[in-house]
Protein backbone atom coordinates (compact mmCIF):
# COMPACT_ATOMS: atom_id res chain seq x y z
CA UNK A 1 0.00 0.00 0.00
CA UNK A 2 2.57 2.56 0.66
CA UNK A 3 4.38 1.40 -2.64
CA UNK A 4 1.48 2.44 -4.35
CA UNK A 5 0.92 5.69 -2.43
CA UNK A 6 4.53 6.76 -3.01
CA UNK A 7 4.18 5.25 -6.75
CA UNK A 8 0.71 7.81 -6.76
CA UNK A 9 2.79 11.19 -5.72
CA UNK A 10 5.49 10.31 -7.86
CA UNK A 11 3.29 9.96 -10.80
CA UNK A 12 2.47 13.35 -9.74
CA UNK A 13 5.48 14.92 -9.31
CA UNK A 14 7.04 13.72 -12.65
CA UNK A 15 3.88 15.14 -14.19
CA UNK A 16 3.91 18.46 -13.43
CA UNK A 17 8.11 18.85 -13.72
CA UNK A 18 6.66 17.51 -17.43
CA UNK A 19 4.95 20.67 -17.88
CA UNK A 20 7.09 23.08 -17.26
CA UNK A 21 9.86 20.93 -18.57
CA UNK A 22 8.12 18.19 -21.75
CA UNK A 23 9.81 15.56 -22.99
CA UNK A 24 9.73 14.70 -26.59
CA UNK A 25 8.20 11.81 -27.46
CA UNK A 26 8.82 9.41 -30.75
CA UNK A 27 6.98 6.17 -32.14
CA UNK A 28 3.83 6.72 -30.06
CA UNK A 29 1.77 4.33 -32.38
CA UNK A 30 4.14 1.11 -31.09
CA UNK A 31 3.95 3.03 -27.77
CA UNK A 32 0.47 3.03 -27.44
CA UNK A 33 -0.18 -0.63 -28.15
CA UNK A 34 2.59 -2.38 -26.18
CA UNK A 35 1.56 -0.07 -23.15
CA UNK A 36 -2.14 -0.91 -23.66
CA UNK A 37 -0.95 -4.68 -23.93
CA UNK A 38 1.01 -4.75 -20.34
CA UNK A 39 -2.32 -2.73 -19.01
CA UNK A 40 -4.56 -5.43 -19.68
CA UNK A 41 -2.66 -7.83 -18.73
CA UNK A 42 -1.56 -6.29 -15.40
CA UNK A 43 -5.29 -5.56 -14.90
CA UNK A 44 -6.21 -9.07 -15.82
CA UNK A 45 -3.91 -10.59 -12.94
CA UNK A 46 -4.71 -8.05 -10.75
CA UNK A 47 -8.18 -9.36 -10.93
CA UNK A 48 -7.26 -13.06 -10.13
CA UNK A 49 -5.05 -12.31 -7.53
CA UNK A 50 -8.00 -10.24 -5.37
CA UNK A 51 -10.55 -12.87 -6.04
CA UNK A 52 -7.80 -15.43 -4.63
CA UNK A 53 -6.96 -12.82 -1.75
CA UNK A 54 -10.36 -12.68 -1.04
CA UNK A 55 -11.13 -16.34 -1.20
CA UNK A 56 -8.46 -16.86 1.06
CA UNK A 57 -8.34 -14.13 3.25
CA UNK A 58 -5.24 -13.36 2.37
CA UNK A 59 -4.82 -9.24 2.24
CA UNK A 60 -1.04 -10.19 0.77
CA UNK A 61 -2.59 -11.18 -2.25
CA UNK A 62 -5.21 -8.79 -2.59
CA UNK A 63 -2.83 -5.69 -1.80
CA UNK A 64 -0.53 -7.53 -4.81
CA UNK A 65 -4.22 -7.59 -6.66
CA UNK A 66 -4.58 -4.12 -5.73
CA UNK A 67 -1.04 -2.86 -7.36
CA UNK A 68 -0.94 -4.25 -10.48
CA UNK A 69 -4.49 -2.92 -10.74
CA UNK A 70 -3.06 0.55 -9.87
CA UNK A 71 -0.82 -0.10 -12.70
CA UNK A 72 -3.66 -1.05 -15.12
CA UNK A 73 -5.10 2.13 -14.38
CA UNK A 74 -1.98 4.22 -15.23
CA UNK A 75 -1.85 2.47 -18.44
CA UNK A 76 -5.13 3.80 -18.96
CA UNK A 77 -4.17 7.44 -18.84
CA UNK A 78 -0.91 6.95 -20.68
CA UNK A 79 -2.98 5.56 -23.60
CA UNK A 80 -5.44 8.31 -23.67
CA UNK A 81 -2.56 10.65 -23.25
CA UNK A 82 -0.18 9.30 -25.69
CA UNK A 83 -3.19 8.77 -27.98
CA UNK A 84 -4.74 12.51 -27.78
CA UNK A 85 -0.75 13.64 -28.35
CA UNK A 86 -0.88 11.19 -31.70
CA UNK A 87 -4.19 12.76 -32.85
CA UNK A 88 -3.58 16.30 -31.62
CA UNK A 89 0.45 16.95 -30.90
CA UNK A 90 -1.12 18.45 -27.60
CA UNK A 91 2.03 17.15 -25.28
CA UNK A 92 0.53 18.79 -22.48
CA UNK A 93 -2.29 16.41 -21.97
CA UNK A 94 -0.41 13.55 -21.22
CA UNK A 95 0.76 15.11 -18.02
CA UNK A 96 -2.51 16.57 -16.88
CA UNK A 97 -3.85 13.08 -17.39
CA UNK A 98 -1.12 11.64 -15.51
CA UNK A 99 -1.88 13.89 -12.70
CA UNK A 100 -5.42 13.06 -12.86
CA UNK A 101 -4.37 9.13 -12.57
CA UNK A 102 -1.55 9.64 -10.17
CA UNK A 103 -3.95 10.67 -7.54
CA UNK A 104 -6.59 7.71 -8.34
CA UNK A 105 -3.41 5.87 -7.63
CA UNK A 106 -2.43 6.96 -4.46
CA UNK A 107 -5.82 6.79 -2.94
CA UNK A 108 -6.13 3.41 -3.79
CA UNK A 109 -2.41 2.52 -1.57
CA UNK A 110 -4.37 4.79 1.10
CA UNK A 111 -7.14 2.06 0.69
CA UNK A 112 -5.16 -0.47 1.53
CA UNK A 113 -3.20 0.82 4.11
CA UNK A 114 -6.51 1.78 6.16
CA UNK A 115 -7.61 -1.81 5.95
CA UNK A 116 -4.07 -3.32 6.94
CA UNK A 117 -3.86 -1.37 10.00
CA UNK A 118 -7.73 -1.93 10.64
CA UNK A 119 -6.62 -5.69 10.75
CA UNK A 120 -3.61 -4.85 12.98
CA UNK A 121 -5.90 -3.38 15.68
CA UNK A 122 -8.47 -6.25 15.22
CA UNK A 123 -11.51 -3.50 14.22
CA UNK A 124 -14.69 -5.23 14.13
CA UNK A 125 -15.23 -6.32 10.34
CA UNK A 126 -19.20 -5.46 10.11
CA UNK A 127 -19.90 -6.74 6.68
CA UNK A 128 -18.44 -10.15 7.93
CA UNK A 129 -20.57 -10.24 11.04
CA UNK A 130 -23.53 -8.90 9.31
CA UNK A 131 -23.18 -11.73 6.91
CA UNK A 132 -22.58 -14.73 9.71
CA UNK A 133 -25.36 -13.43 11.57
CA UNK A 134 -27.81 -13.90 8.56
CA UNK A 135 -26.80 -17.21 8.28
CA UNK A 136 -27.72 -17.92 12.10
CA UNK A 137 -30.80 -16.10 12.20
CA UNK A 138 -31.29 -18.85 9.02
CA UNK A 139 -30.55 -21.33 10.74
CA UNK A 140 -31.82 -20.67 14.22
CA UNK A 141 -33.49 -23.29 16.66
CA UNK A 142 -36.01 -22.61 19.13
CA UNK A 143 -33.61 -24.05 21.54
CA UNK A 144 -30.40 -21.72 21.40
CA UNK A 145 -32.36 -19.30 23.35
CA UNK A 146 -30.10 -16.39 22.83
CA UNK A 147 -26.36 -15.23 22.11
CA UNK A 148 -24.40 -12.63 23.39
CA UNK A 149 -20.63 -11.34 23.69
CA UNK A 150 -20.23 -12.43 20.15
CA UNK A 151 -16.68 -11.87 18.84
CA UNK A 152 -14.80 -12.85 15.44
CA UNK A 153 -10.97 -12.26 15.21
CA UNK A 154 -8.91 -13.14 11.93
CA UNK A 155 -5.72 -15.06 11.58
CA UNK A 156 -4.80 -15.18 8.13
CA UNK A 157 -7.35 -17.19 5.91
CA UNK A 158 -8.55 -18.67 9.29
CA UNK A 159 -11.58 -17.26 11.73
CA UNK A 160 -11.24 -17.30 15.37
CA UNK A 161 -15.65 -17.08 16.35
CA UNK A 162 -16.75 -17.10 20.30
CA UNK A 163 -20.13 -16.19 21.80
CA UNK A 164 -22.12 -17.19 24.90
CA UNK A 165 -25.15 -19.56 24.01
CA UNK A 166 -28.17 -19.58 26.23
CA UNK A 167 -30.13 -23.41 26.47
CA UNK A 168 -32.50 -24.50 28.51
CA UNK A 169 -31.22 -24.97 32.52
CA UNK A 170 -32.73 -28.31 32.88
CA UNK A 171 -30.65 -29.90 30.07
CA UNK A 172 -27.93 -32.39 31.54
CA UNK A 173 -24.53 -31.95 30.17
CA UNK A 174 -24.45 -33.99 27.35
CA UNK A 175 -27.52 -32.35 25.73
CA UNK A 176 -26.00 -29.16 25.75
CA UNK A 177 -22.93 -30.38 24.47
CA UNK A 178 -24.46 -31.91 21.52
CA UNK A 179 -26.14 -28.65 20.82
CA UNK A 180 -23.06 -26.79 21.36
CA UNK A 181 -21.85 -29.05 18.73
CA UNK A 182 -24.76 -28.49 16.36
CA UNK A 183 -24.47 -24.41 16.47
CA UNK A 184 -20.75 -24.98 15.87
CA UNK A 185 -21.84 -27.45 12.38
CA UNK A 186 -24.01 -24.68 11.59
CA UNK A 187 -21.39 -21.55 11.60
CA UNK A 188 -19.22 -24.15 9.51
CA UNK A 189 -22.18 -24.81 6.94
CA UNK A 190 -21.69 -21.00 6.19
CA UNK A 191 -18.39 -20.77 4.94
CA UNK A 192 -16.05 -22.23 3.34
CA UNK A 193 -12.92 -20.56 5.54
CA UNK A 194 -11.53 -22.51 8.12
CA UNK A 195 -12.81 -21.40 11.35
CA UNK A 196 -11.76 -22.47 15.16
CA UNK A 197 -14.77 -21.76 17.35
CA UNK A 198 -15.25 -21.34 21.34
CA UNK A 199 -18.86 -21.28 22.47
CA UNK A 200 -19.81 -20.66 26.01
CA UNK A 201 -22.48 -22.30 27.29
CA UNK A 202 -24.78 -20.27 29.53
CA UNK A 203 -27.94 -21.46 31.41
CA UNK A 204 -31.35 -19.53 30.93
CA UNK A 205 -32.62 -17.51 33.40
CA UNK A 206 -36.45 -16.75 34.44
CA UNK A 207 -36.39 -13.35 32.45
CA UNK A 208 -35.39 -15.12 29.28
CA UNK A 209 -38.71 -17.08 29.56
CA UNK A 210 -40.34 -13.71 27.87
CA UNK A 211 -38.28 -13.86 24.64
CA UNK A 212 -37.72 -17.83 24.59
CA UNK A 213 -39.17 -19.67 21.37
CA UNK A 214 -39.38 -23.19 22.99
CA UNK A 215 -42.58 -24.60 22.82
CA UNK A 216 -43.90 -27.18 25.47
CA UNK A 217 -41.44 -25.56 28.38
CA UNK A 218 -42.48 -27.28 31.48
CA UNK A 219 -41.23 -25.13 33.62
CA UNK A 220 -41.52 -21.78 32.10
CA UNK A 221 -42.30 -19.13 34.33
CA UNK A 222 -43.50 -16.39 32.16
CA UNK A 223 -45.18 -16.56 28.91
CA UNK A 224 -43.51 -15.63 25.65
CA UNK A 225 -44.06 -12.37 25.11
CA UNK A 226 -41.59 -11.25 22.01
CA UNK A 227 -38.80 -12.53 19.33
CA UNK A 228 -35.51 -10.80 19.90
CA UNK A 229 -34.01 -10.54 16.28
CA UNK A 230 -29.99 -11.10 16.81
CA UNK A 231 -28.37 -7.56 14.90
CA UNK A 232 -25.39 -6.25 15.61
CA UNK A 233 -27.08 -4.23 18.24
CA UNK A 234 -27.35 -6.75 20.67
CA UNK A 235 -25.24 -9.71 19.85
CA UNK A 236 -21.81 -8.24 20.51
CA UNK A 237 -22.84 -6.61 23.64
CA UNK A 238 -21.61 -8.95 27.03
CA UNK A 239 -25.23 -9.45 28.52
CA UNK A 240 -28.22 -11.82 27.57
CA UNK A 241 -31.23 -10.25 26.28
CA UNK A 242 -33.94 -9.13 28.17
CA UNK A 243 -37.93 -7.77 26.81
CA UNK A 244 -38.41 -4.78 28.88
CA UNK A 245 -38.73 -0.71 28.82
CA UNK A 246 -35.65 -0.17 27.56
CA UNK A 247 -34.92 -2.92 24.87
CA UNK A 248 -33.61 -0.69 22.40
CA UNK A 249 -31.54 0.95 24.26
CA UNK A 250 -29.79 -2.91 24.85
Known amino acids: GTLIIIAGISIIGKSIYNLYYPNELHALDIGIALTALAGFINYLLGIM ?6 KSNSITLVAGGQHL ?17 FLTNWFWVDNVIAVLFGTIIAITGLQIVRKAVAGIMDE ?6 EEMLEHINEYRKNEWIDIHNLRVIKYGSAL ?6 TLPWYWNLQESHDEVHAFEDMLKLGTEKELEIFIHSDPCLPKSCKLCLKQNCKVRQFEFEKKIDWTLDNVLLNKKHEVAENNNKQ
Open 49 to 54: MIRQGL
Open 69 to 85: KSDAYSTIGLVLGLGLI
Open 160 to 165: HIDCHL
Open 124 to 129: TDDFLL
